[in-house]
């Protein structure tokens, strides 16, 4: 159908068109899996930041631990909170 469509308007630049179509389709599938790939390569360098930051923690916790803690010791009514869970780059796939 398409051909024959094609065929009797060839003017209209319908090639052309689905040809760019393609290629709009084809450059937001590399987009898309580039940004995947980054997002992966980030809660990995999270994971990483947070085995080389959670002993620390711990013992600034414990050192902490009859004042209240690091929040209340530094008089902050916000901690840090890190995803371990990893579903945020899940939810990409």
Request: proline letters at 2%.
């Amino acid at each position: 159908f398409h051909s024959f469509v094609r065929a009797l308007l060839p003017n209209l630049g319908i090639a052309q068109l689905e040809k760019a179509i393609s290629n709009i389709s084809a450059e937001k599938e590399l987009i898309a899996n580039s940004t995947a790939d980054a997002l992966v390569r980030l809660q990995d360098e999270i994971n990483l930041l947070k085995e080389a930051v959670f002993p620390n923690h711990m013992v600034l916790d414990m050192k902490t631990a009859q004042t209240g803690g690091v929040c209340i010791l530094i008089n902050t009514s916000w901690c840090t909170y890190i995803d371990q869970s990893g579903q945020k780059a899940m939810d990409i796939h």
